[in-house]
């Protein structure tokens, strides 16, 4: 009985000492986290208006008047929320610094997840955080709303506005969010400079070996691959059957490789993180970038699922559906193909890819229409110094290294219109445990605190007057 009591003392002593090593503002970056994480913000079938304005009053209880908090979408349930941070420009002074992340999540079921862990309760586990958005994006979220809510506790005064912008409809949404604000209210979240997700450092053993700025991304396209038969009677089955035709031309698109291009971006990507590692990995990175078509180059880095994503437009089967009974012979067998194509890619050329991987005349596949093609932002030279200079000061000399980032952000409608726009965190993962989007999705503890000092100290040397992007 006493070794059980003095086991439950333990505990609850770690507990608190555990809460006293925080200080009040990654206290109050915790609460925030905990607080959005556990609203269901799913993009389909859910939405963002509840966590819009637990965000919203959030600033207003840190004293940020109404006149500069903005809450609007063109869906009810789709909500955005745009706060301003006055500075000393005012109207004349330099355009202002845009923070900008999404409130949606991709969507998630508790009976997907491992026992004990629920994608919308926020967990504190073994070092890690847990929950539906901990990485993807709530984390930069409640980092941008900590920084910004701090600057004001602490007087600080930018040299211009910093506008922190959180949207609805990123997570493979069209029209409610970062596009609507940009196209409808731009001059709520025209900037200079746009701070944005898409990027994070990355751990080995974990050891911070790099810090990533996200400069480009890849373009997102969608097909639809349809098999199509006579049907019948199930008891009367037949070799052409709609769901194994569409199965045997799936599984020569599984087994098909599209060509290695490099950008500009892409082949600065290789060329430094060639510098950090391992002697083989990195001899197949400079003997690739010297030669495209270096098959033993290509198998080597191509085990990597992120080496892979960064060498190719790549296209995978993310849906399927067939049949309309199940006592008869199928008569459309249909899956939805998820392609993400380099830059300047063009669909239609992807398309005529895929049908001939696909191998089979008989097999539909859909035309969708031109995607507008990415544009580069060429990184500001003060930023990249400012990110360098910070990443140094937190992690010693840990390479900065631009990248192309393989899935879509909200930065498109500011790069279109030649403002820069970044991806940058300063939040530190594994990459071979990046569980965004998946099962367990996770961050570490320390990387997240270590994400909130990096904000701060970049978000105030970029509105210090010192640099002036």
Not at 83 to 109: C, F, I, M, Q, S
């Given at each position: ?126 070092g ?14 409640a ?55 898409g ?43 709609a ?8 599984m ?61 437009t ?14 008869a ?25 895929i ?10 596949v ?17 930023v ?86």
């Amino acid at each position: 009985m006493h070794t059980a009591l003095a086991l439950v003392f333990l505990a609850v002593t770690a507990g608190a000492l555990h809460a006293q090593t925080l200080s009040p503002a990654q206290q109050y970056a915790r609460d925030v986290y905990k607080e959005i994480v556990e609203y269901n913000s799913v993009n389909i079938g859910g939405g963002t208006t509840e966590v819009a304005n637990a965000v919203a009053r959030r600033f207003r209880d840190a004293g940020f008047a109404d006149q500069d908090i903005f809450l609007g979408g063109i869906q009810p349930n789709k909500h955005n929320v745009v706060v301003r941070y006055r500075g000393k420009g005012g109207a004349n002074g330099p355009k202002p610094l845009l923070l900008l992340a999404h409130l949606d999540v991709v969507e998630a079921l508790k009976a997907d997840w491992s026992p004990g862990l629920d994608p919308f309760t926020f967990l504190e586990k073994d070092g890690y955080f847990y929950g539906r958005g901990v990485i993807d994006d709530k984390a930069q979220v409640a980092i941008f709303t900590a920084v910004v809510v701090q600057m004001k506790k602490d007087g600080y005064v930018p040299d211009r506005d910093i506008v922190v912008a959180f949207t609805a409809d990123e997570e493979g949404g069209c029209c409610n969010g970062a596009r609507w604000l940009f196209s409808t209210h731009r001059e709520l979240v025209d900037a200079s400079l746009v701070l944005n997700e898409g990027a994070f450092g990355f751990l080995r053993d974990g050891k911070p070996v790099a810090n990533t700025i996200e400069a480009t991304q890849k373009v997102t396209g969608g097909f639809t691959v349809t098999a199509k038969n006579r049907g019948g009677h199930s008891s009367l089955p037949r070799p052409d059957n709609a769901i194994y035709q569409l199965a045997a031309g799936l599984m020569k698109l599984s087994a098909f490789k599209f060509p290695v291009e490099f950008n500009d971006v892409s082949r600065a990507y290789f060329e430094q993180t060639a510098k950090i590692e391992t002697p083989r990995t990195a001899a197949a990175m400079r003997a690739l970038i010297k030669n495209p078509r270096d098959v033993e180059a290509e198998t080597v880095l191509a085990r990597d699922p992120l080496y892979n994503s960064m060498l190719r437009t790549t296209c995978i089967a993310t849906m399927l559906k067939g049949g309309h009974a199940s006592n008869a012979l199928p008569q459309t067998a249909e899956a939805g193909i998820n392609c993400r194509m380099m830059p300047d890619a063009r669909i239609s050329d992807v398309r005529a890819m895929i049908v001939k991987a696909l191998d089979d005349p008989e097999l539909e596949v859909s035309n969708p229409p031109n995607r507008e093609p990415r544009t580069a932002a060429a990184v500001v030279p003060d930023v990249l110094k400012a990110v360098e200079r910070i990443t140094q000061e937190m992690w010693g000399q840990v390479p900065v290294i631009q990248i192309m980032q393989g899935g879509a952000t909200d930065a498109v409608p500011w790069r279109s219109a030649g403002i820069p726009a970044y991806g940058v965190s300063g939040l530190m993962v594994d990459p071979d445990d990046l569980r965004l989007h998946g099962r367990d999705e996770r961050v570490p503890v320390k990387s997240f605190f270590d994400a909130q000092e990096f904000t701060v100290k970049l978000t105030r040397l970029l509105t210090s007057g010192k640099t002036t992007p």
